[in-house]
């Protein structure tokens, strides 16, 4: 009897979701996808769907925002098929969103105390957190250091949206509020780490599909990132131009059109020193990834963004006297890579030749580059 109630339940909401545009089947193909993604077996798609129309649903999601520009809750927001959108603000039981949500005052601020003292909530912060002074950001009248630690207490785990959330990102680069990421203050708590300037939302779907369907947080890197979306999937040994690379052909115009897909190394490419499944898993509902576009990797995902990646469009470094290290670090890992070494390391993994031209491109660019 309670197997038809359940089965009654989930056929409810799958036909919700059919009800919002959602077909069932594009929903089952998006939780076996998301298996995959996470290293299972794609017959967890039928558990990640049972989590999502119901355990999911049931529980309680509390997002707060500091200091950000919003551009994670607008990816998310803008993400298709199945709408994680939809899936967030129709099928969780999110409490507390202020961009989203319609209350304000009190009645806000009543729905969030009320889930403090409930417990057993996921907390999403989405922004740096200032330490030199409180006013620098002050949410439901509180600094937001003080309620992140508030919504922490009685949470079940906490999630940090984008590179502000987990690193400090483009506030903390600004050097003036003293902004840092959630782990530095939040320490009591199973944190997890989804960067990303902005992040792309199906890497917060999925890994809210493995809590919920596990209870536990998915494996992370060794800077707290989910490892099937970051750790794994560095974005030079996935990219679509490492043969460019190879070849030693590199774009410097970009108005040269015979040049246009060469690779975007010299013009300020951080592939190399990023790792994140960009190249694999595409964005905007699968259209594209920002080298497969034009535009150089940005390393945002990585926890020097902005400062040790500044400036976007010109290479990392200038090698003094063009001196090539014969022992390269490895690219394996995620955080805190010496960027000089590793993008010698490629060039010199490519071949001796390729090395050499990367370093004589970066010399002839030397009085060209102003590093910020
Ligand atoms: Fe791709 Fe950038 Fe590597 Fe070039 S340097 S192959 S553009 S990731």
């Given at each position: 009897m309670e197997e038809q109630i359940k089965d009654k339940d989930n056929e409810t909401s799958l036909l919700k979701m059919e009800l919002m545009g959602i077909s069932r089947r594009s929903f089952l193909k998006f939780c076996a996808a998301t298996a995959v993604m996470l290293?299972?077996?794609?017959?967890?798609g039928p558990i990640f769907a049972e989590a999502a129309t119901e355990a999911i649903k049931k529980k309680p999601v509390i997002w707060l925002q500091g200091q950000g520009c919003t551009g994670c809750s607008t990816s998310l927001l803008s993400s298709?098929?199945?709408g994680p959108a939809e899936i967030l603000l129709d099928?969780?039981?999110?409490?507390?969103n202020t961009t989203i949500m319609g209350s304000t005052g009190h009645v806000s601020a009543g729905v969030l105390e009320e889930t403090f003292k409930e417990g057993n909530y996921l907390v999403v912060i989405e922004g740096s957190i200032p330490t030199?002074?409180?006013?620098?950001c002050i949410v439901e009248g509180k600094g937001f250091e003080e309620l992140v630690l508030e919504a922490a207490k009685n949470a079940e785990a906490v999630v940090a949206v984008g590179t502000c959330a987990a690193y400090g990102g483009l506030p903390k680069a600004a050097g003036i509020t003293g902004a840092v990421g959630v782990s530095e203050i939040v320490k009591d708590k199973p944190v997890v780490n989804i960067p990303g300037?902005?992040?792309?939302?199906s890497w917060l779907m999925g890994t809210l599909l493995y809590y919920l369907s596990f209870q536990e947080l998915p494996a992370l890197d060794?800077?707290?990132?989910p490892l099937a979306y970051y750790?794994?999937?560095?974005i030079h040994e996935t990219c679509p131009r490492v043969n460019y690379f190879q070849k030693g052909q590199f774009l410097?115009?970009?108005?040269?059109p015979a040049t246009a897909?060469?690779?975007l190394l010299l013009v300020g490419c951080k592939g190399p020193i990023t790792n994140a499944d960009c190249n694999r898993n595409w964005w905007n509902d699968g259209v594209n990834s920002c080298i497969r576009s034009g535009a150089p990797c940005?390393?945002?995902?990585?926890?020097?963004f902005y400062e040790g990646v500044a400036?976007?469009?010109?290479?990392?470094f200038v090698p003094e006297g063009g001196v090539v290290p014969t022992q390269p670090e490895t690219?394996?890992?995620?955080?805190?890579?010496?960027v000089k070494s590793v993008i010698l390391g490629v060039a010199l993994a490519a071949s001796p030749v390729v090395a050499n031209k990367v370093v004589n491109s970066l010399k002839e660019r030397k009085g060209e580059v102003k590093h910020g």
């Open positions: 290293g299972l077996e794609s017959s967890y298709l098929n199945p099928m969780i039981s999110m409490r507390f030199a002074d409180p006013r620098y300037c902005p992040m792309n939302p060794n800077i707290g990132r750790g794994n999937n560095n410097t115009d970009w108005n040269d897909n060469w690779c940005a390393g945002c995902v990585q926890p020097q400036p976007l469009y010109a290479p990392l690219t394996a890992g995620g955080g805190g890579l010496d």
